[in-house]
């Protein structure tokens, strides 16, 4: 079998505002866990409440992600300022 390489390189990676987006998405996450837990016998009675469970796991996954994308920025910056770079 051979083996398979690549025809270009890889595209840079995207940088932005990644706080703000882990954060938005985060709270996306729980308002939708919040909205229906009011309405969790209903899903419950048609064994769908697992769709209220994904939303708080992905409510709590993004406290983490938020912890881990504002420790990655205060890394970089601390980089670039012990670098010279901007």
Not at 19 to 26: C, K, L, Q, S
Not at 42 to 71: E, H, N, P, Q
């Amino acid at each position: 079998m051979a083996k398979w390489t690549p025809k270009h390189e890889a595209p840079e990676p995207l940088e932005g505002p990644v706080v703000a987006t882990i954060t938005g998405g985060t709270i996306l996450w729980f308002a939708l866990f919040l909205v229906q837990l009011p309405f969790y016998g209903w899903f419950a009675d048609r064994d769908l409440s697992w769709w209220v469970w994904t939303c708080a796991a992905g409510g709590g996954l993004g406290l983490i992600g938020i912890w881990y994308v504002r420790k990655r920025d205060a890394a970089i910056r601390r980089h670039a300022a012990t670098n010279g770079l901007h």
